[in-house]
């Protein structure tokens, strides 16, 4: 219980520091929201010297951040430039479709990673090892973006997926049944580019933790006892892997809201992703550092899940250090 | 019970009957404008994509090219710029008179006309409008607009339907200020302008019924990074040649896609009816499409876009920034820039860059601005003979290996920064740097994002070259004032001049001054027709290419007129409307 | 196929590819960044070993291409001259280990052509880009691995080793480093760096610092691993036996991480390399006119790229070998240091 409010305080830590570091990033970046207003013959410096006033840009960064840290307090996670709308209403209503979009693929990444993973650890060297781990790095040497890209133009030759976005722009009249279709439509596509990207990554990993677990001197012996293999496989090899699987899902649960970012903006889905990069290039502080946040957030909490999963699974760290 | 529902059938047929009547009556007071195009069919939806969300439905706040493109459907203007034939004509004013002075103009509104909630409009919320764009501490974008260069504008209500403008000092292109300068309902934003929160109004998550306009459209509903749907207005003032009132269309859905090869895709799949802005290479893979996917691509033509190399003359680099300071005495030097200008093959950049579709610059106008193009311009193709004399004469010279030397023996090597996100400027910048190094000038390009970019070029001058490039909102020179005067915001080369630095940019400051009180226009255009010939042959830009404005639409939308002025093609929307199939 | 002739596949594959980069000037019959402008995305040049006549040659040649007058990037062979493909022929200038030379592997007499892998928008030809590219994606790819796996062993050991405070101290500085907006940092150091710093050296300074920054995953994963091996009996008994804290971390403690080492390792590179891709996205990859992996693979974004030139690939098919053969390795590796025979 101690650890556990300890864990909580450090993550609470975390956050400010990020916060703190996040401004000072944002700071060193050269531009800020309104410089690309100074390209435009039609507005006065003047206009933009107010417009930075009225929102705080003027202001020393230590200010700013302090007034910053003192409405967060409150609950108010300040305002965008570019939208006029607060952070929390504007970052919420877009971290629920990323959500959507990376729970799923990260069940569907386990459900088929564990058992394929168990299955070329078991027969590693012979030919379904070979072959899948060929795949797996074949996949690995796609890079997301590229991955995506193909599954578009695979959808555009096809007319069989959706191109992009979430609903279609008739959403509004659909019943039910057809509403749910109509997301399925556009849901395949952004998830299977998220599963094929994270698939090898989560294989390897639960294949490298099998392979060990399996040559541990107990299981050997359990081998040599004629114990049955799917017994040795789940009932002995596979908590012995637990460790690095747990690791593996605190991972999971950490990156619910970054992992997807790429393949959003290129599926046009309408998630953190997209709002992100364009928040991100025009500078639009508050909805950058919101974003930042809550993804530390989930980082945090992936890190104290599988933390606190290995402390209970693994009694030997629970003697704390020698 | 039958004989119930048949009573309520009559009566309701009685009451329907009647409130249409009353309505005709009303409409019969009402001064509707009448259009010209073909007469359409009411209905169906049209579907458009945007690169980005709209922020905001706020015409005051409005800044952004998304919002822009969504609010302009919702509101009108008084005096609107035909982006056909890039004249003025009568919008929410049916007619005006100017004085002989030009400093008087009376707008005559329309009357009987209403707001998409139903509300009247008459010269209250002319007042109100400008009264709110004028005023000081709301900083409007508007406001810099209409008192640029000293101009003082005042408004005064003649009669319920007549408002008078007094300006302090002619303005030869006054009528087109009024465009997109937009009537804001007095009704609703008052109480909003008096509390100082006009700022905050109408963000996309106001109720729908709280916002309204004069414009074909009002706000139906948002969702969140993916859309916003405008319905038909009831109201509208525009009428066709049958006298039914527009728009046609029920609805327009603005669809957010992230990127511009996704925009091409969406429509190339048919998810989207329009595509306003195509680049040369997507245009050439569509174009495959055209026959078996049911859409037609027109290329209308250079647009208004002059993409451009600039070097830093700034002044205040000196002390601070010695290395860039030693490199501007070349830069300042003007043979050093026409021969630059001589040695860049045009040609081949808008080939490979622009596949063919865009034209060669070599001054600012694009040929697709027809009214101000000054057509004398040389246009000499690349001759790196022509380059290499014109820095000869200067007194640069060659080493053993080719590399240029100035007259210290320092080789001439600089670099060019553009903004990475723009893949054809980046293109250009690197054709130029090979281009350069035939003269034996080493060049290295550097990319930079775009924010990065624009700090160094307008705030710490910490650059040597830059591919960049403008656009115009509207083909006439007014606009253009901050470019070319010294003093301008936007005079991008050497920002911050307490007086010309040079003869010809006084000159050309003269020249401005003149053409905007100018109010004939041959006498105007010959003002123009120099500037133009001043950059072309003083180069503090050097022009390089203009694309093409490259549009799409699915078959069968009637009344499609795109042009190259801005928003290219739903300037129209009102009478665009989907033929039977 | 037995592991040990897999391996040595991988090996010989791997040296193949390091030495055809080392020899790319050599190799390539181009300088990468000579733009052909009248060949802007012309497809691979094919080989002919029968002419016009139907008559039967020894030795490959080609013809010459003449762009269609109407249509962007649409070719016809001239078959009206043909060019025998020439070895060891005079061409560019290049540097090979400091000697300045001429001699290229191959070539074409002018005013022929030939591209092997096709040529990009600029009409430069992608075999010499590829050649060329690769030198900068795999040395980056090696230098940002090097980095962020040294850094992650220290942090990660010492963190699982040592426990307690420590432990916390550094995870929660690890949290950190996962969740910073490093992008904002990235515009930042590019935005402080000279205008004149060339584009290989800029890229390599970005290298460094985003394999500095990701040091923290690995640092994670390794510190697992030395939590539970710390546990081991004989750690333990070794520590009974009065076994310092740096004998232990170096005998017995550090030998069980390797494997995570090894996978990560296997897995970073190519994560790297990789990573040019979006640095070039933002503008922050290797500047033009240099080519590098990731900068070819960064114009493949493009959506008529990728649609229309299907030889614009080839960077993403060399990849496939070479991350191959790492992992081969790095699973071989992984093995005969755990297992030791």
Known sequence: ?322 | MRRDIRLILVFLALVTGALWAQTKAAAAKEELQRTTGEVGQYGGRLVISQRAEAKTLNPVTAIDRPSREVMYRTQADLIHINRVTQRTEPALAKSWTASNDGLEYALRLRRGIRFSDGQPFNADDVVFSFQVYLDQNVHSPQRDLLIARDQKITVQKADPYTVVFKLARPDAAAERLFDSVVVLPKHLLEKAYHDGTLGQAWSLTTPPGQIAGLGPFRLKNYVPGEQITLERNPYYWKVDAKDNRLPYLNEITFLVVASEDAEAIRFQTGDTDVISRLNSENYALLAKDQQSRGYTLEDLGPGLEYNFILFNLNDDTRGRLPDIARKQAWFREVKFRQAVSAAIDRSDIVRLVYQGRGEPLWAQVTAGNKLWLNTKIPKPARSLNRARELLKSAGFTWNKDGKLGDHNGQLVEFSIVSSSSNSQRMQIANMVQQDLARLGIEVSVVPLEFRSFLERVTQTHEYEAAVMGLVNGDVDPNPEMNVWMSSGATHLWNLGEKKPATPWEEEIDKLMEQQIVTLNYPARKKLYDRVQEIVADELPIICVASPDILVGSKKNLGNFRPAILDPYTLHNVEELFWKPK | ?341
């Open chain 1, 1 to 322: 219980m101690a650890y556990l409010l300890r864990r909580l305080l450090h993550g609470a830590l975390v956050l400010v520091g990020v916060s703190v570091l996040s401004f000072l990033f944002v700071q060193l970046a050269p531009g800020e929201f309104f410089s690309d207003m100074r390209l435009n013959p039609q507005v006065s410096p003047e206009t933009i010297r107010h417009l930075r006033a009225q929102y705080g840009l003027d202001r020393a960064l230590p200010i700013r951040y302090v007034r910053w840290a003192r409405s967060v307090a409150k609950g108010d996670w300040g305002y965008s430039f570019a939208y006029g709308l607060p952070v929390s209403k504007l970052i919420w209503s877009r971290a629920r479709n990323t959500l959507l979009l990376t729970i799923t693929s990260a069940l569907l990444a386990w459900l088929i990673s564990i058992p394929l993973g168990i299955y070329a650890a078991e027969r590693r060297d012979r030919w379904g090892d070979r072959v899948t781990v060929a795949g797996s790095s074949a996949l690995l040497t796609v890079p997301d973006l590229l991955l995506a890209l193909a599954l578009l133009i695979l959808a555009i030759r096809t007319n069989a997926f959706a191109a992009g976005g979430m609903t279609s722009p008739d959403f509004a009249e659909l019943g039910t049944v057809a509403k749910i279709k109509d997301v399925a439509a556009h849901f395949t596509l952004p998830l299977a580019a998220l599963v094929l990207g994270t698939l090898p990554i989560f294989f390897r990993h639960v294949r490298a933790g099998m392979i060990e677990a399996l040559a541990l001197p107990s299981i050997q012996s359990a081998r040599a006892h004629g114990i049955p293999r799917s017994r040795i496989l789940f009932r002995y090899a596979l908590p012995a892997a637990a460790n690095s699987l747990i690791s593996l899902f605190g991972f999971s649960i950490a990156t619910l809201l970054s992992a997807s970012l790429l393949v959003e903006v290129v599926m046009s889905w309408p998630g953190l992703g997209p709002m992100l990069l364009e928040a991100i290039l025009a500078r639009d502080l508050y909805v950058v550092i919101g974003a930042v946040m809550l993804s530390t957030f989930f980082l945090v909490a992936g890190n104290l899940v599988a933390d606190v999963l290995l402390y209970l699974s693994d009694p030997r760290i629970r003697r704390g250090p020698a």
């Open chain 3, 1 to 341: 196929m037995s592991r040990k002739r897999m391996v040595r596949i991988a090996v010989v594959l791997l040296s193949l590819l390091y030495g055809a980069i080392l020899g790319a000037g050599f190799l390539a019959p181009y300088d990468p960044a000579e733009q052909d402008r009248a060949h802007p995305f012309a497809p691979p040049t094919r080989l002919h070993f029968v002419d016009a006549e139907g008559s039967l040659h020894g030795w490959p040649f080609i013809y010459g291409l003449i762009p269609s007058p109407d249509n962007f990037a649409e070719y016809q062979e001239d078959r009206s001259r043909a060019f025998p493909v020439r070895l060891f022929v005079s061409g560019d200038h290049y540097s090979l280990l400091g000697f300045s030379c001429r001699r290229h592997w191959f070539g074409i007499d002018e005013p022929g052509h030939i591209f092997l892998l096709g040529t990009d928008g600029y009409g430069r030809d992608q075999f010499s880009r590829l050649l060329w590219g690769g030198r900068i994606s795999l040395l980056a790819g090696l230098i940002a691995a090097a980095l962020s796996l040294s850094l992650g062993m220290a942090v990660g050991s010492v963190s699982g080793y040592f426990g307690g405070f420590v432990d916390d101290t550094l995870m929660r500085l690890v949290e950190l480093f996962l969740a910073m907006p490093w992008l904002y940092l990235l515009f930042a150091v590019r935005a402080f760096l000279p205008l004149h710093i060339s584009p290989t050296v800029a890229f390599f300074l970005l290298v460094v610092v985003i394999g500095t920054v990701g040091w923290a995953r690995p640092a994670r994963l390794i510190r697992g691993v030395v939590l539970s091996a710390r546990e081991r009996k004989y750690v333990l008994a070794a520590r009974g036996f009065g076994a310092s804290d740096f004998y232990l971390l170096r005998r017995h403690i550090l030998p069980q991480t390797m494997g995570v080492f090894l996978t990560q390792a296997a897995l970073l590179i190519p994560q790297y390399i990789l990573a040019e891709v979006t640095l070039s996205f933002l503008g922050l990859g290797v500047g033009e006119p240099v080519p590098s992996w990731g900068n070819m693979l960064g114009s493949l974004q493009q959506y008529h790229i990728l649609a229309s030139y299907w030889w614009m690939l080839a960077p993403a098919l060399v990849l496939v070998p070479v991350f191959w053969g790492y992992q081969v390795l790095a699973d071989f590796l992984h093995e005969r240091l755990e297992f030791g025979h």
